[in-house]
């Protein structure tokens, strides 16, 4: 039987820039580091990922093991470091992140000490961007990655970390800080590899865990680094991504047996619609809220809200093209 305690899961493809500087925050873990192993997922990368991944395999102090195949998608990625790994525990984290020294004890220490019936802990992704830069200042102000998904009555909502009680009942981990018990995640045979892009692939795999009972843990001082995106064609390029990962939830709602959770994603159009009209009406509000903030201008509060406003349309465009194609496919 194995010693390992912890098995770290990256997939990457085509970001080596952002994988050296992840490895190396794994290296300097204060967590044993006989009780831990990483396996990195090459996904099919045509950069210069796979030199340096061999470079790194033979100089590093930690228990190191890479996987390479065609590309076939982050799901498929992750699915092949869990089939491999020997850790009682399976830790995931993206290549566009920077772990702080303590996360991998603070991770273990969180699962260990929780209930059998939790599958999985979390935490929350601190935006790492040129701060100057226009987009930097825009990645700042969303703060999107510290919302958490909460199971409301009725839907699911998003509540920042700073509103968080302790008692909310968590939809989601996102993947990219989380790590689970790997007897949960061969239980449900790991991720749909239908999601063959980032966006959708976390929260379907914690669905399918909700409706077996199981919950998750959010840590709010669980946080780490992420390496956000450098543009607004990067921006955008992700929304499209995770909206596609909505539409193909919501083609199989019926799976998640959770009513909530069902009725976020029914008629999902018709919420980007809604989205996109209260973005128009809250537009004089976010102006007032954005020209409050110390560190950014007039010129931020008046482009700030006309962008997010691009962004509800874009949404509801995007959707509505992928909620017919999408459906067309599963039915035919």
């Not at 201008?297 to 482009?303: G, N, R, T, Y």
Request: aromatic share 14%; charged share 20%.
């Amino acid at each position: 039987m194995s010693s390992l305690k912890i098995s770290v899961v990256i997939p990457t493809y085509n970001r080596v820039h952002f994988l050296k500087s992840c490895l190396v925050s794994l290296e300097r873990q204060i967590y044993d580091k006989n009780l831990f192993e990483v396996i990195v997922i090459n996904d099919g990368s045509t950069d210069l990922t796979e030199q340096f991944l061999d470079s790194f395999q033979k100089q590093t102090i930690i228990n190191f093991r890479v996987i390479t195949q065609p590309n076939k998608g982050v799901s498929a990625a992750r699915n092949a470091g869990i089939e491999i790994a020997e850790g009682e525990h399976i830790a995931f984290t993206d290549d566009d992140c920077i772990l702080p020294d303590n996360w991998l004890i603070n991770m273990h220490k969180d699962l260990d000490s929780a209930s059998k019936d939790t599958a999985g802990v979390g935490g929350p992704l601190n935006s790492v961007s040129n701060k100057n830069s226009f987009i930097g200042k825009f990645i700042s102000f969303l703060d999107e990655f510290n919302y958490v998904p909460v199971i409301g009555k009725y839907f699911i909502r998003p509540v920042h970390i700073s509103r968080l009680t302790g008692y909310e009942q968590i939809s989601y981990l996102r993947t990219s800080n989380a790590m689970f018990r790997k007897v949960c995640l061969n239980e449900i045979g790991g991720f749909d590899q239908y999601f063959n892009r980032p966006g959708g692939e976390d929260p379907d795999l914690c669905y399918r865990l909700l409706t077996l009972n199981y919950r998750f843990y959010f840590d709010k001082d669980l946080a780490i680094l992420h390496q956000s995106r450098d543009s607004f064609i990067s921006y955008f390029r992700s929304l499209k991504n995770y909206l596609k990962g909505e539409i193909r939830k919501s083609c199989k709602k019926e799976t998640y047996k959770i009513k909530p959770i069902q009725r976020t994603y029914t008629l999902l159009p018709v919420q980007k619609i809604f989205s996109f009209f209260l973005s128009l009406v809250s537009y004089p509000s976010t102006f007032f809220r954005i020209l409050k903030k110390s560190d950014f201008s007039l010129f931020h509060a008046l482009l700030f809200p006309a962008i997010i406003v691009c962004s509800k349309l874009y949404a509801f465009i995007i959707s509505s093209y992928y909620y017919i194609k999408f459906f067309r496919c599963r039915g035919s």
